[in-house]
């Protein structure tokens, strides 16, 4: 959520009334005649989600292609991984390097502040643009495990060897599907009375089937699971992200069980960047709040010499800062502001002056 602070400023009387705003660097804190604020950092919010699957052979997995030829049937249980997809966003965080303090007097409207939980300039006198946060990931709820054993009758659980109720097993799937078949073409000794009762029993014969076709089969198992890494460029980047195995998931990037992922982050701003400092000495003569003119970088992720993903992102860090002029906040002008919350750039003004 978003916290609005709201600066009701009073008419007083001062000397100085040429004055309207005025804007300096100042050290994070809340002040009594006016507000402090941030402006934001570009970071790279990435989503790696991997998949994990589980395979355990089944009770019958010896007799699987003699009494039902499924060929290729492994009796070794294994667990194996793969990357699903990798994801990109860029999102913003506060920028402890571009902290200020603005200060208002008698000549300056009411000005409504804007500001995020971390204290970024959001807005003035304007709802502030919510920033889209990625959305953690959350695996879709798998239905309950069926054990194949509360299928076996009572000849199958008699039977004087595994062989032996591997054989009984496999006869009494292939009755299941016969009888399944006969259902469907309308030839069972007992037919349903309606289509309700007809999807049940289908339903039931291919929970029998399934759950005992699984011990010969197996059961393979998979899950879903999302790794988040947040990358914040100062410069030019190229560093081993993660390192993955198919053997045993996403491992640390210093690992070498796993072959290394690798993020390349590009500064491709034309114009040379200025720090706050530097605009506000070509800014002498004006007053008003910082705001960003972010610059632009690409930031690539590597799977060897094979690019997994790519993306052109404006970065807060690759521009410059500049100065809004105070002269838009006066008692002339109904001005509201929008700031982008993850470059600090302007998204949008409007400056209104009174009839």
Known sequence: MKRILTIAILALTLSNVEAQTSTSTYQPGVTQDGATYFLPKTAVHITVK????????????????????????????STTYRIVSIQQTAVGIRDTTKAYNVKFNNKTSAINVALAEDGVLLALNAQPTPQNIPVPFKPAPKPAAINPRQFLNEEILAAGSTAKMAQLTAQEIYDIRDSRSQLIKGQADFMPKDGEQMKMMLNQMDRQDQALTSLFAGTTVRDTTERVFIIVPDGN???????????????????????????????????????????AKKKKAENGFYYNVPGKMQVAIFNGNNLVSEEDFPAAQFGNVELLSGDLFNKHYGTRLWLNPVTGGIDRLEAEQPK
């Open 50 to 77: 991997i998949e994990k699957t589980v395979y355990t052979p089944g009770d019958f997995a010896p007799y699987a292609e003699r009494f039902l030829r499924l060929n290729d049937v492994s009796t070794q249980p």
């Open 237 to 279: 980047l190229n560093r081993t992200l993660f390192r993955f195995s198919k053997r045993f998931g996403l491992v640390d990037a210093d690992d070498l069980s796993g072959a290394p992922y690798t993020i390349n982050v590009k500064n491709q701003t034309q114009l040379p960047a200025t720090d706050a400092e530097q605009a």
